[in-house]
Every structure is written in structure tokens, then in C-alpha cells.
């Protein structure tokens, strides 16, 4: 005899029935979640002791097809533990969400870093839920999808006032989760999705007053981009590239170059760039095929400017955060680090960015930081730049990104700021920990060798502790790893490399390097 069959109840069932996805019911609900924020960030954010619980969604909901070309992108996902710093407020508590497991070694390893904080204290106040899902589906969708695990967060969510989720990035997938959780995110609303994509991002920049490359935008079609191509050929006869760039691209995985062929101005004609197109364009992900780029842009619409030249030229980003009230501060300056055949790849940062022109480059960013504040975005993001050094000396700054969302100098920085209690100041263009101290860092998110296959996340700290590798808080100088997961499969991980100096931080770097391939030999 089947009892539980005949009694009719199961161990669970939806009791509430959120609006539909994407329903106007849906966005006032959203809406009335957020006004909630606007108190947390003025009296809770700033208070050390105050209860709060924080919802961490390291979701990159982003084209699945684009991101699964990257090498171990699951791990990526390791990438916000640097967030568990929070827990040295010690009435803090955390959910992390992920898509498979984490190595409890790894949860440990990020622990023992905490200032004033037992590792003990801290694990008591955490709690990591997995979808176990490896699957190339965004975290976020894989969460919806399975409403058990959603009532098992709202349960651990002890007051919902005083509660806010923090994402990768934003999409309409996190504004649904926000609604099912009935929590605030810190963020921008996804509705203004198209302010921070390629298209929108050359608005606000026209907008803002500051120099961008002359260009094309909301382009949709293969027809548009030739368009575009055989325009600025024309105006600029002595242009060798163009980059195409997917409203949504990722890490330079969304852009593609255009070498223009030998044409006189005359023959730039957009037959001509069409019969050449095949030949001279060129994704900058490998595993993207012509055909591909072209679906997807397609499908995203996207941008063509011109592939700025110059003797001297650098990459720097500005990293901003909006809070409710609207104000602006710019929280961090890097040179970024890109690599490919044509610069366009994110590797790591430098930070802070060169004593040059990194006053003035935040001064730049600040501007396009106030448009975007009016406009109604929130939360932490990055701007890129190109920098090219003229004759005089000074430099000339082209905005050419925003990212609404965090991205590869969010976590370097937050690791610095919460292990060292220290601030940039963007006028002087240096960060200072609370005792005063300079600090600088040099870090990569693609620290890559097919000798680190096999080296286990318990294998990297062996290594690290016996070559006196780990981070160190008295000195506050050291290294600190992230990715670990993807370390054994792919052989891959990140560095973020803490010096009293940029040369000691870099050679932190070299020294790492080089025990890594020493023991891998």
C-alpha cells in the first residue's frame, strides 16, 4: 500500500505565484522592491555593526554562445568570492550562490584572509547554495527554474529590510529574481539596458562632452556595418583598421577587426569593402566563426569605430559607483592589461593607472558618470578608455565602454580595499590604506599554462604557503588567488598581486609565475 500516494501531500508547493516574467505587473512590483534601497544604502551600508543579510548572484547572464568560446567560463563565477570580505563586519551574513560547488578549500582559503575575524566566526555567518547545474545556462535562469531553492533563500532571509541582492550584471533575469525574493538589488534597472551597451554608450558620451572615436552606431545588419566601414574609409583615406563591437559583448569577445585592404579613397566603395569583407574581417574570440559574429550582431545590433592609432597609447578604465541620491564617486582608476592580435582582449589591471594621466582620466570619467546618474543608473560600473599620448606630452582620452555591471577590476579592487580599509582619492590619483600606506597592485584573470592542469586548488596553496606566497595582512603586502576552480581542468586561474610599490607588485607577480612553472616542470 502506497501511503504517501494516498495522502496527497508533497514535501513542497508553491503557496505564492509571482506576476509573469516580463509583465507590467512584474515591473511595479520591481519598482515598489527597489524604493526600499534608497534607506539601506543611507543607514545600513555605512554602519559596521548593523545587521544585513547580502545575496551575492554571480550570474553572467550574458549570450551563452559568446561566453561558452571562453575557456573555463563556469569559474567565473569564483570570481565575487571576493565579496565574502564583507563578513569582517561581524553582524553580516552572506548566501552565495553558484552554479556547481565550490571546493570548501577555497571558501577556507578566502576565510583565512579575513582582518579581525576567526575563519570560524565568519563560516557560521555564510551560506552557499549550487544549483548543480555546469550547464552554459545563466546562473540566474537556472535558479528560476528551480523554485525549491528559491523558497530555501527567501527562508535564510531573516529581514528583508535591511537584505539586498548584488549581481554580475543585470539583466531581465535578475529583475524576475528580485521579485520572487522580494529583496532590492544594487544596481542598474535592466529597462536601461541600452546605456550601457556599445550603441549607448557613444550617446552618453557625445552627451557627456568627452572625446570618443569617430564612428557608427545601432547598426543590426552585415549591410550596416559595410556601410559604416566604407564611410570612414572614405573621410579618413589613411585608416588601416575599424573595430565592430556587439551592443552585449564581453571581455572583447563581442568585437571583431576590419583590416582595411589597399583602396584608394576611391575605391572604398561599399562593393568593394563587401567583396573584401571575408578576407579582412576578423572576430576577436577564435572559436567565433564569421557566420556567427554576424548572427549575433544581428540578434544584439552593435557599433563600427575606428581602431585608434598612436605611438604611445594605453587602456586605462575608470570605476565608478552611483548611489540612490544620485551622487558620484569614482572609486578606482586602471590600466588595463589586453591582449590578441589586436589589443582587444581583457587580461588583468594595474592599479592605480599611470601618475600621467590618471587625474585627468578620472575627471573624464566623472563626467560620463553624472550623465549616466541622470539617466537613472546605480550601482558600481567601469568606463574603458584609449589613451594616446600627443606631442606635447599631455593626453588625449577617448571613452570607447561602459559596463553596467562589475567587471575584471571589480574584484582586484575590492579585495584591496576590504583587506586594507583604504581609499583612492581621484584627485591625487593614490590609494592609501587606513594606516596611511601606499598600495599598488598588478593582477590577471588569465594566468594560463597547460603545465597547471592537474594542480588541485589544495596543490596551490601547498605551493603557495611553502614558497611564502600568501597574502600577507601585517605587511598588507602579498598575493591573493582567484578562479582556483578552474585551475585543475583548464590551468588557468588569477592573480591579484599587493606591493608597497608598482615594481614590488609586479615582481610579486614574476616570483609567482615563476614558481608555478618551477613546480609544474
Not at 528551480?146 to 523558497?151: G, T
Not at 576577436?284 to 566563426?289: L, P, T
Request: with cysteine.
Amino acid at each position: 500500500m502506497n501511503i504517501i500516494a494516498d495522502t496527497g501531500r508533497k514535501t513542497f508547493a508553491i503557496t505564492h505565484q509571482p506576476p509573469a516574467a516580463g509583465s507590467e505587473e512584474e515591473r511595479k512590483a520591481f519598482n515598489e522592491i527597489q524604493q526600499s534601497f534608497a534607506r539601506q544604502f543611507e543607514e545600513v551600508f555605512p554602519d559596521k555593526l548593523a545587521p544585513r543579510t547580502v545575496v551575492i548572484l554571480p550570474s553572467l547572464s550574458l549570450d551563452q554562445e559568446i561566453l561558452s568560446k571562453i575557456k573555463g567560463i563556469v569559474h567565473y563565477e569564483e570570481r565575487m568570492l571576493c565579496l565574502l570580505m564583507l563578513l569582517r563586519m561581524p553582524l553580516t551574513k552572506i548566501i552565495y550562490l553558484s552554479s556547481v560547488p565550490l571546493a570548501e578549500s577555497i571558501i577556507d582559503y578566502y576565510l583565512h584572509l579575513l582582518p579581525g575575524i576567526t575563519g570560524y566566526h565568519a563560516r557560521k555567518r555564510l551560506t552557499m547554495l549550487s544549483c548543480y547545474d555546469s550547464s552554459v545556462k545563466p546562473l540566474t535562469q537556472k535558479i528560476l527554474e528551480r523554485p525549491r531553492l528559491i523558497e530555501r533563500i527567501k527562508q535564510l532571509i531573516t529581514d528583508p529590510g535591511s537584505t539586498h541582492l548584488t549581481c554580475y550584471n543585470i539583466t531581465s533575469l535578475e529583475k524576475t529574481l528580485v521579485v520572487h525574493l522580494g529583496i532590492p538589488l544594487f544596481g542598474t534597472d535592466p529597462d536601461k539596458f541600452y546605456e550601457g551597451s556599445k550603441s549607448g554608450g557613444r550617446k552618453t558620451f557625445r552627451e557627456s562632452g568627452v572625446n570618443l572615436p569617430d564612428g557608427f552606431e545601432d547598426l543590426s545588419t552585415k549591410e550596416d556595418i559595410v556601410k559604416a566601414l566604407a564611410a570612414l574609409k572614405k573621410k579618413y583615406p589613411g585608416l588601416r583598421k575599424a573595430v565592430v563591437k556587439m551592443n552585449d559583448g564581453f571581455s572583447g569577445d563581442g568585437n571583431a577587426i576590419y583590416t582595411y585592404p589597399s583602396l584608394t579613397k576611391d575605391d572604398a566603395s561599399e562593393k568593394n569593402i563587401e567583396e573584401s569583407l571575408s578576407q579582412h574581417f576578423k572576430p576577436v574570440a577564435k572559436d567565433v566563426s564569421e557566420k556567427l559574429f554576424f548572427d549575433k550582431f544581428k540578434e544584439m545590433g552593435g557599433i563600427v569605430e575606428v581602431f585608434l592609432d598612436g605611438d604611445i597609447k594605453m587602456s586605462p578604465s575608470v570605476q565608478c559607483v552611483i548611489s540612490p541620491a544620485k551622487e558620484v564617486e569614482i572609486v578606482s582608476t586602471h590600466d588595463q592589461l589586453l591582449g590578441g592580435d589586436d589589443g582587444q582582449i581583457f587580461i588583468g589591471a594595474i592599479f592605480p593607472a599611470d601618475e600621467m594621466y590618471s587625474i585627468s582620466l578620472a575627471a573624464e570619467g566623472k563626467k560620463i558618470a553624472e550623465t549616466l546618474a541622470k539617466k537613472g543608473a546605480l550601482g558600481r560600473f567601469a568606463i574603458d578608455f584609449i589613451s594616446v599620448k600627443q606631442d606635447d606630452n599631455s593626453w588625449r582620452h577617448y571613452a570607447i565602454e561602459i559596463n553596467l555591471r562589475k567587471g575584471g577590476t571589480t574584484h582586484p579592487f575590492l579585495m584591496l580595499q576590504f583587506l586594507t580599509g583604504g581609499k583612492y582619492n581621484a584627485d591625487t590619483g593614490e590609494y592609501l590604506t587606513a594606516s596611511g600606506n601606499k598600495r599598488f597592485y598588478f593582477a590577471s584573470d588569465n594566468v594560463s599554462s597547460e603545465k597547471y592542469k592537474g594542480l588541485t586548488p589544495d596543490d596551490l596553496i601547498d605551493i603557495s604557503m611553502y614558497h611564502e606566497l600568501m597574502y600577507d595582512g601585517a605587511a598588507q603586502e602579498g598575493v591573493m588567488f582567484h578562479l582556483v576552480g578552474a585551475l585543475s581542468e583548464y590551468g588557468k586561474l588569477g592573480l591579484v598581486c599587493v606591493g608597497s610599490t608598482p615594481g614590488r607588485a609586479k615582481e610579486y607577480y614574476d616570483k609567482t609565475i615563476r614558481i608555478l612553472d618551477h613546480e609544474c616542470s
